[in-house]
């Protein structure tokens, strides 16, 4: 008995140091093999300028062939296939609107990140970021229109198992285990913004709650900016049904399809976001 209780306190404590928290199961899935993305439209309220505002935001989730070289999709020899995920944020703010996207790349064999971007336009100016893992940092280049983040770079040395605060709609589909549980992992803020600042790699805590009475998965991300609170589908592959941010900002999922949305560009398509 005193053998068995040892093992398991050995066990949770790995758990609690983040050991083997997540799995590369789902982006593995044959699921991204059909041709069409994951198109998740959310009914949003999005924090802007002190203020909470109605929003309009769309994840798209797809796979596609990604050059190591270049970083860029490409079918060139040596190509890997990634899953994508564009967060695609519009805000009207008054007069003038926010027109925001992340994008985020893991390699579909391995589920780690192998690059990050962002471009932000607003009527003050733009603001593009871009950033992927070399020797041990996160190499994340920008150009902004702030006096002082003209252009430039930040070397963020990236922590064992870093986990970055844009990957989390789709990171925390690829927990291991939806048991409850809680984790200590390290986290880097969101660079959705037009500004840069001095990002860094902070202590954060996952904690997998127990399921909802509808058995949504119910996971809370602590850090040193408050708790945001995700729910997830029951059913595989847990889409993101909802995102309440620790600042006020909020997602609830209307409705997720799998489309082919490139080839829905013509005028009446935009139906599909009703």
Same mark, same amino acid.
């Not at 893991?106 to 733009?126: E, M, Y």
């Not at 990002?199 to 996952?206: C, K, Q, Y």
């Not at 945001?228 to 993101?240: M, W």
């Given at each position: 008995?005193?053998?068995?209780?040892?093992?398991?306190?050995?066990?949770?404590?790995?758990?609690?140091?983040?050991?083997?928290?997540?799995?590369?199961?789902?982006?593995?899935?044959?699921?991204?093999?059909?041709?069409?993305?994951?198109?998740?439209?959310?009914?949003?309220?999005?924090?802007?300028? !002190?203020?909470?505002?109605?929003? @309009?935001? #769309?994840? +798209?989730?797809?796979?596609?062939? /990604?050059?190591?070289?270049?970083?860029? *999709?490409?079918?060139?020899?040596?190509?890997?296939?990634?899953?994508?995920?564009?967060?695609?944020?519009?805000?009207?703010?008054?007069?003038?609107?926010?027109?925001?996207?992340?994008?985020?790349?893991?390699?579909?064999?391995?589920?780690?990140?192998?690059?990050?971007?962002?471009?932000?336009?607003?009527?003050?100016?733009?603001?593009?970021?871009?950033?992927?893992?070399?020797?041990?940092?996160?190499?994340?280049?920008?150009?902004?229109?702030?006096? !002082?983040?003209?252009?430039?770079? @930040?070397? #963020?040395? +990236?922590?064992?198992?870093?986990? /970055?605060?844009?990957?989390?709609?789709? *990171?925390?589909?690829?927990?291991?285990?939806?048991?409850?549980?809680?984790?200590?992992?390290?986290?880097?803020?969101?660079?959705?913004?037009?500004?840069?600042?001095?990002?860094?790699?902070?202590?954060?805590?996952?904690?997998?709650?127990?399921?909802?009475?509808?058995?949504?998965?119910?996971?809370?991300?602590?850090?040193?900016?408050?708790?945001?609170?995700?729910?997830?589908?029951?059913?595989?592959?847990?889409?993101?049904?909802?995102?309440?941010?620790?600042?006020?900002?909020?997602?609830?999922?209307?409705?997720?399809?799998?489309?082919?949305?490139?080839?829905?560009?013509?005028?009446?398509?935009?139906?599909?976001?009703?």
């Amino acid at each position: 008995m005193r053998r068995i209780l040892a093992i398991a306190a050995l066990l949770a404590a790995a758990r609690a140091r983040g050991a083997d928290v997540f799995a590369p199961d789902l982006f593995r899935n044959r699921l991204w093999d059909d041709g069409r993305a994951e198109y998740d439209v959310y009914a949003a309220t999005e924090v802007r300028e !002190g203020l909470p505002r109605p929003a @309009r935001v #769309v994840h +798209l989730i797809v796979k596609e062939p /990604f050059d190591p070289k270049t970083r860029v *999709k490409s079918d060139r020899p040596g190509a890997v296939d990634v899953i994508k995920m564009n967060q695609v944020i519009d805000v009207p703010t008054g007069v003038y609107a926010y027109h925001q996207m992340q994008s985020t790349f893991w390699d579909r064999a391995t589920g780690a990140v192998v690059k990050v971007s962002l471009s932000s336009n607003d009527s003050c100016g733009n603001a593009f970021k871009e950033g992927w893992l070399e020797g041990g940092f996160l190499r994340l280049l920008f150009h902004t229109y702030w006096d !002082g983040e003209a252009d430039g770079e @930040r070397r #963020v040395p +990236l922590p064992a198992g870093g986990i /970055f605060a844009d990957e989390l709609p789709m *990171k925390l589909r690829c927990l291991r285990r939806f048991d409850p549980a809680e984790y200590r992992v390290k986290i880097l803020p969101s660079i959705i913004g037009s500004k840069v600042g001095s990002p860094a790699f902070a202590d954060a805590t996952i904690r997998v709650l127990a399921p909802a009475a509808d058995g949504t998965i119910r996971i809370e991300v602590a850090g040193a900016a408050g708790v945001d609170r995700f729910a997830f589908e029951k059913s595989s592959p847990h889409v993101l049904r909802s995102w309440k941010r620790a600042d006020g900002s909020a997602l609830e999922l209307r409705k997720t399809m799998r489309l082919d949305y490139w080839n829905h560009g013509r005028p009446g398509d935009e139906k599909l976001l009703e």
